[in-house]
C-alpha cells in the first residue's frame, strides 16, 4: 500500500517537473518567435519596393543622418548651378534664379539684387553671353550647426570669339527646413556670399 503510494507521489513528482520544463520551452520558443517577428519586421522596413515600367526595383531605407553630408554636397551643387548657370535670355535667367532663390536665404536675392542693378546680366543678354559652372568640390564643417561650407568653383563665361574661365569660391551655412518640390534635400543656404571670382584664363575660339 505505501509502496504504491510512493510510486503514485513519485510519478506525480515527475509529471510536475515534466510541466514545467514543457511550460519553460513553451515560453522560451515563443519569446524567440516574437524577437524573430520583431527582427524581420524591422529589417522588413529599411526594404522599399519601386515600381519602375513594370517592374518592381529593390531599394533600402537609411537613416538620414547617415546620408547628411552627401545630400548637402548636393544641395549646394543644386543652388550653384541654377545660380550661375545662365544664357542670354531673360526668361532663362528668372528661371534658373527663382529655382536658385528657393534654395537660399535672403543673402542669395541681395547678391542677385546687386548684379542685376549693376546690370550684369543685361550684359549676359546684350552680348550674347551664356555662362556656365562646374563645382569642383565642397568644404563642410559637420561639427557645428549650422553647417559651415566653402563651395571652390570655375566659371566660363562664353562669347562668340572667346571663353574666359574664373575661379569662384564661396562660403555660407546651412540649415534644416522642411522638404518640398522647390526644395528636395530640406536644407536652406545662409550668409551666402563670394570670396573670390577672379579670371584665371581667357581662350580664343
Avoid at 504504491?4 to 514545467?20: C, E, G, P, R, V
Avoid at 527582427?39 to 517592374?55: C, E, F, M
Avoid at 547617415?66 to 532663362?92: A, C, G
Avoid at 574666359?164 to 518640398?180: A, E, F, H, K
Amino acid at each position: 500500500m505505501f509502496t504504491q503510494l510512493k510510486n503514485i507521489d513519485t510519478a506525480f513528482k515527475h509529471i510536475k517537473l515534466f510541466s514545467y520544463l514543457l511550460i519553460l520551452a513553451c515560453l522560451l520558443i515563443s519569446c524567440f518567435a516574437i524577437y524573430q517577428s520583431y527582427r524581420s519586421s524591422a529589417r522588413d522596413r529599411n526594404h522599399i519596393y519601386i515600381l519602375a515600367n513594370g517592374k518592381a526595383l529593390e531599394a533600402f531605407a537609411a537613416d538620414r543622418r547617415d546620408n547628411v553630408p552627401v545630400e548637402i554636397r548636393d544641395h549646394i551643387k543644386m543652388f550653384h548651378q541654377h545660380f550661375f548657370t545662365l544664357d542670354p535670355d531673360e526668361k532663362v535667367i528668372q528661371a534658373n534664379i527663382t529655382k536658385a532663390l528657393y534654395l537660399a536665404d535672403g543673402s542669395a536675392r541681395t547678391a542677385y539684387n546687386n548684379l542685376k542693378e549693376s546690370g550684369y546680366f543685361a550684359g549676359l543678354v546684350s552680348g550674347n553671353i551664356s555662362q556656365q559652372i562646374e563645382v569642383d568640390s565642397v568644404s563642410l564643417d559637420m561639427d557645428r550647426y549650422p553647417y559651415y561650407f566653402k563651395c571652390f568653383a570655375t566659371e566660363q563665361l562664353i562669347r562668340a570669339t572667346s571663353t574666359v574661365t574664373r575661379s569662384l569660391v564661396t562660403q555660407g551655412y546651412l540649415r534644416n527646413v522642411s522638404r518640398s518640390d522647390n526644395n528636395p534635400h530640406g536644407f536652406l543656404i545662409q550668409n551666402w556670399e563670394t570670396l573670390e571670382n577672379k579670371d584665371l584664363k581667357t581662350s580664343t575660339h
